[in-house]
């Protein structure tokens, strides 16, 4: 069966633009997470969904970082008026169930110039 | 601010060699996992540890969780250039709501 799927694979933007990114989760997955990677540094957690819902939004750095599910299933990452330090690669990543084993998607590579 | 340590952070050995990943933190995880991930795709979950004192065993690699469940360990024995990566060790916490968090990264280069 497919795995995750990220899509853009690399997104290159200007400061001040909107970007958005999408994951689609393994078909039946109930949990989704997203992740951010900068170069050098570990794998930061942002935010993760239970169906459709974000129980806790806190790990998203600023409210300029929204997320949003829909259907049980497609995941959306918006990052409003982008700046250089939101340059890094974003993972998701779902699993079956809540806390269950989590596959990854490539990521998305956000390069803002 | 929970957070996982891991050394060492950089590591270069020659083929058929071992080698020992550490993964430490202050806190108590209710379970621990480790990824390997290469170059362009995400981490891929090798293991996860949830008893302390657990010892689980994946062809050539070893974990551990350690008693206290804080830390953790991975011993690669006779490494090959396949093992080549970055190595995540990763944990799940609560505080109100659920967290996970990733180690620093061990980046382990292995030389045929």
């Known amino acids: 069966g497919a795995g995750v799927s990220q899509s853009p694979s690399n997104k290159v933007t200007e400061k001040g633009k909107d970007v958005e990114l999408r994951c689609d989760p393994i078909?039946?997955?109930?949990?989704l997470y997203w992740y951010r990677q900068s170069l050098g540094q570990g794998l930061e957690f942002l935010i993760y969904?239970?169906?459709?819902?974000?129980?806790?939004k806190s790990g998203l750095p600023s409210d300029r970082f929204s997320a949003e599910r829909t259907g049980g299933s497609v995941s959306t990452l918006t990052i409003q008026r982008t700046q250089q330090e939101d340059s890094a690669v974003y993972l998701c990543?779902?699993?079956?169930?809540?806390?269950?084993?989590?596959?990854f998607g490539p990521g998305t590579r956000l390069t803002v110039t | 601010t929970q957070l996982l340590e891991q050394s060492p952070q950089f590591l270069s050995i020659q083929e058929g060699e071992n080698l020992t990943v550490y993964c430490n933190s202050s806190?108590?995880?209710?379970?621990l996992q480790w990824y390997r991930q290469e170059p362009g795709e995400g981490p891929v979950l090798l293991v996860t540890?949830?008893?302390?004192?657990e010892v689980k065993k994946l062809k050539r690699l070893t974990f551990q969780f350690g008693d206290a469940r804080k830390d953790s360990s991975l011993h690669i024995t006779a490494a090959q250039p396949g093992d080549t990566g970055l190595y995540l060790c990763?944990?799940?916490?609560?505080?109100?709501?659920?967290?996970?968090?990733f180690g620093t990264g061990t980046r382990l280069k292995v030389l045929a």
């Open positions: 990543a779902s699993s079956l169930a809540w806390l269950g084993e989590q596959y």
């Open positions: 078909s039946g997955h109930t949990a």
């Open positions: 969904f239970q169906g459709n819902s974000a129980p806790d």
């Open positions: 806190s108590v995880f209710s379970s």
């Open positions: 540890v949830v008893t302390g004192g």
């Open positions: 990763a944990g799940a916490y609560t505080s109100g709501t659920y967290k996970y968090i």
